[in-house]
């Protein structure tokens, strides 16, 4: 595990198999992830891409592709200034704990001080709290994301 | 070295009135907390205990009462020896509206170098949370077998 990381965890009343569906479907993640879809096939070595209303906004490969257990990606922001820094590592592990689901989000590889540690330590907690209510309650929660700001976009449309 | 302190960010769609009811209120407690019942006056300088099943697991004293916007209190755990010995931490919760959510940030702070304590809320803070939000937003907490947590010495 290389420092900087970010390290949250929840609990959601789902299965894995919707938990993972809800990551990696185009729709269903435009619906909690604040308008941004995410876009690939999920195989390994396969890239990906996040779009909002189009603009690309976060963009990567696929690392690991093991439904309904694991799922990991680089992850290089679209902002000119974050395209500056290393491209950092996104992990998601989905474990069952008796009726609910534990997932737990590590974003490593991160630059120490940069704009993407700064924004996706204010952006996970919003994203996966949206994702859980979104779960449970068949509605994302009604706000936006606090870095959502960035109007330019540094990545080529897939 | 980092300070040793547990920090958790979690947005509720929900009111600064109605968290800070489910964070003072016992009877609230129970359904999200493991059927532990928060205790307390929530008067600045008054005994605070959480109470499981009938025995009580942490006591402390009020240190802070900003209704709905902040709340804190010491906390010692009292269910083994090793953690009698450490020190009273202090668990401080800030409430802010956030649009139409509210945005609960808990601080966990104040252990003592190695603490054995820290381990433990680490990870059972998480679980409490999410089981809250769920209540708040959904009318159904959540089931998270205790014994799932990971935790040392706790089954």
Redesign the interface.
Known sequence: MSKPEFVY?????TTPEQLWHALTDGDFHEHYWFGHRVTSDWKVGSSYQFAKAGAPSVEGKVLESDPPKRLSYTWDACSPEAKKERTSRVSFDIEP????V?LTVTHDNLDERGKTLRDISGGW??VI??L??LL??GHA????LPSTAAKETACAQA | MRKPEFIYVIYIETTPEKLWEALTSSEFSKRYWWNTEVKSDWKVGSPFALVMNGAPTDVGEVLEVDRPRRLSYTFHHVTSEAARRERPSKVVFNLEPYGKLVKLTLTHEDFEAGSKLLDGISKGWPAILSSLKSLLESGTALEIPVSALGIEGVS
């Open positions: 965890t929840t609990y959601i009343a704990r008796g009726t609910v534990k907690p919003m709290a949206s859980k209510s449970e309650t929660l009604p706000a936006d």
